[in-house]
C-alpha cells in the first residue's frame, strides 16, 4: 500500500489542475513543492508578476489614454519600482491564498521540499533544513516546469546582468536596456520597458521575431514598438557583456557595442526534468530538461506523467492546466476527451496580440485556398472610446467551406477577444454566423462582424465574376 494513489511534483497551473482533479476523482492526493514557490513560477515569478505589472505600467503611465487625452499624458511623472510592484506583490500573495484553499478544500495534502525520485514509485522529498523523507504513490505526475536558460558564458549578477525571472527584483526603473531574445518573454519586458520610457535595444539572432505569429500582426507591433523608441537589431547575436559600474556593454559578434544600465537574457527555458534522478525511473530527460508523453501525456513508465512546461510546446499556462487535468483522468484510469486541437495563444505585449488556427504563411505554404476578413479598430464606436486606433482583428476563411481557418487580433483585448472564435471553430461554425448574430454596441467584440462581411463581400464578388 502507498501512501498516496496519487503524488504530483510541481504546483504550477499543470499540477495544481492535475492535483484537484484526481483528488475530485476519489483519489489520496499529495503536491511536492518547494518553500515559497506554491503556485510554481506561474504565480511568483512568470506569467502572473509579469501580467500585473503589465496592468500596472498601462495605467501609472497613462498609456492607453493619450489618443484621447494627449501624447504628453502621463497619471505620474517619476514611476519607480516601489509603484510596480505594489500591485504585483498584492496580485500574487492573493493567488497564492486561493491555491492554498483549493489544495486544503479538496483535502490535497502540501509537502514542501524539494523531490527527486528513489525509485519508480518513492520520491525523496528534502525539507527547507535538509531533513529528508520518503514518500510513495501508485502514480506520479511530474510538473516541475522550466527556470530561464543561462548561457554558460555570461555572467549574471542579478542587478545589471538578469534573466526574465529577475526583472521583478530590479532596484530601479533603467534609463537603458538590451533584451537578448526577441521570443515571447523578450518582448513582452521590451514593450512594458519601453512604455516605461527605457531606451530599449532587442537583440535577436533570427531575422523576424514572433515567427509563428501571422506576419501582418507582427510587424503591427514592430512599428508600435518603434514608435515608443524599441531599437531592434535582427540576425545579430551578442557575443560578450562587459559589466561597469555604472552599467554594462553588450558586444555584438559584428562588433557592435550597445551601452546600458540593464542586460535582460530571454533566451529560452530549461526544463527541470534533469533535476529529478530520473534515472532512478527509468526515465531520462532531453538537452532542455524536457520529457517526453504520448497522448496521454504518460512517460514510458507507464505509471508516470507528465505534464506542462517540462514537456515543451507550447508551454503555456492555460494549456498546462488542461494537460494536467486530463492526465490526472488518465491516471485514475477515467475516460477523458482528448485535448482540443483549437488552443489559443496570447502575448501580452503592449499592445496585446493573440490567435487561434493558422496563419496566413501556413495556409499558403500548404496551398490551402483562404479569404481574409479585416476589421480595424479606428473603424469601431468602442475602438474610439478606448482611444485604440491601431488595433485590428483579422479572419481568415475557407472560401469553400466558410470555415474559420485562422483569428488573429492585436490591440487591446485580443486575448479575450479570440476566444469567440476559438468557439466558433471548435463548434465548426462559419463565417455566416458571425455576419448573422447581433453583437453588443458598442464594443470591440463587433470587429467579428465586420471582418466576417470583409471576407463575405470577398469571396461574394468573387462568386459573381465566375458567374
Known amino acids: 500500500m502507498h501512501d498516496f494513489d496519487v503524488l504530483v511534483l510541481g504546483s504550477g497551473p499543470g499540477g495544481q489542475k492535475a492535483a484537484i482533479a484526481a483528488a475530485k476523482l476519489g483519489s489520496r492526493v499529495a503536491v511536492v513543492e518547494r518553500q515559497h514557490m506554491v503556485g510554481g513560477v506561474c504565480i511568483n515569478t512568470g506569467t502572473v508578476p509579469s501580467k500585473t505589472l503589465r496592468e500596472a505600467v498601462l495605467y501609472l503611465t497613462g498609456l492607453s489614454q493619450r489618443e484621447v487625452y494627449g501624447q504628453s499624458y502621463r497619471l505620474k511623472d517619476d514611476i519607480t519600482v516601489a509603484d510596480l510592484t505594489a500591485r504585483t506583490q498584492h496580485v500574487i500573495g492573493r493567488e497564492i491564498d486561493v491555491i492554498r484553499s483549493q489544495l486544503a478544500r479538496n483535502r490535497v495534502r502540501l509537502i514542501t521540499g524539494t523531490g527527486r525520485f528513489a525509485d519508480p514509485h518513492t520520491v525523496t522529498v528534502t525539507d527547507p ?11 506520479i505526475i511530474i510538473a516541475v516546469g522550466t527556470r530561464p536558460a543561462r548561457p554558460a558564458s555570461v555572467d549574471f549578477d542579478e542587478r545589471t546582468i538578469i534573466d526574465s525571472d529577475g526583472i521583478i527584483n530590479l532596484e530601479r526603473v533603467p534609463n537603458s536596456m538590451v533584451v537578448v531574445g526577441a521570443g515571447v518573454i523578450g518582448i513582452e519586458y521590451a514593450s512594458m520597458f519601453a512604455a516605461l520610457g527605457t531606451k530599449v535595444t532587442v537583440v535577436e539572432r533570427r531575422d523576424r521575431m514572433l515567427e509563428f505569429c501571422d506576419l501582418e500582426i507582427v510587424e503591427a507591433l514592430k512599428y508600435h514598438l518603434r514608435d515608443l523608441a524599441v531599437t531592434f537589431r535582427f540576425s545579430e547575436a551578442v557575443a560578450a557583456v562587459e559589466r561597469h559600474a555604472r552599467g554594462a556593454i553588450a558586444v555584438l559578434e559584428s562588433g557592435k557595442r550597445i551601452a546600458a544600465d540593464t542586460v535582460m537574457y530571454s533566451a529560452g527555458r530549461q526544463g527541470l526534468g534533469t533535476e529529478l534522478d530520473l534515472e532512478n525511473a527509468g526515465l531520462a530527460a532531453d538537452s532542455r530538461g524536457r520529457i517526453e508523453v504520448d497522448a496521454d501525456f504518460r512517460t514510458a513508465v507507464p505509471h508516470l506523467y507528465a505534464v506542462g512546461d517540462v514537456i515543451g510546446f507550447p508551454a503555456l499556462a492555460s494549456t498546462s492546466m488542461e494537460q494536467g487535468r486530463l492526465a490526472a483522468h488518465h491516471a485514475c484510469d477515467e475516460p477523458a476527451r482528448a485535448l482540443s486541437e483549437f488552443q489559443p495563444i496570447g502575448i501580452y505585449t503592449i499592445p496585446e496580440i493573440s ?3 493558422r496563419t496566413e504563411d501556413e495556409l499558403t505554404r500548404d496551398k490551402v485556398p483562404f479569404e481574409v476578413g479585416i476589421s480595424r479598430y479606428r473603424e469601431l464606436a468602442r475602438g474610439a472610446i478606448s482611444g485604440d486606433s491601431y488595433g485590428m482583428l483579422k479572419l481568415l476563411v475557407s472560401p469553400d467551406t466558410g470555415r474559420l481557418l485562422g483569428v488573429h487580433i492585436f ?9 469567440i472564435g476559438q468557439a466558433v471553430m471548435a463548434c465548426l461554425g462559419t463565417v455566416d454566423y458571425l455576419v448573422d448574430a447581433v453583437f453588443n454596441y458598442p464594443t470591440l467584440a463587433e470587429a467579428y462582424k465586420v471582418a466576417a462581411l470583409d471576407a463575405m463581400n470577398k469571396m461574394r464578388h468573387l462568386a459573381r465574376l465566375r458567374d
Request: proline share 0%; net charge neutral; glycine share 18%.
Open 411 to 419: 490591440g487591446t483585448g485580443a486575448t479575450e477577444l479570440v476566444h
Open 129 to 139: 533544513v535538509g531533513r529528508e523523507s520518503k514518500v510513495t504513490a501508485d502514480k
Open 355 to 357: 490567435f487561434i488556427g
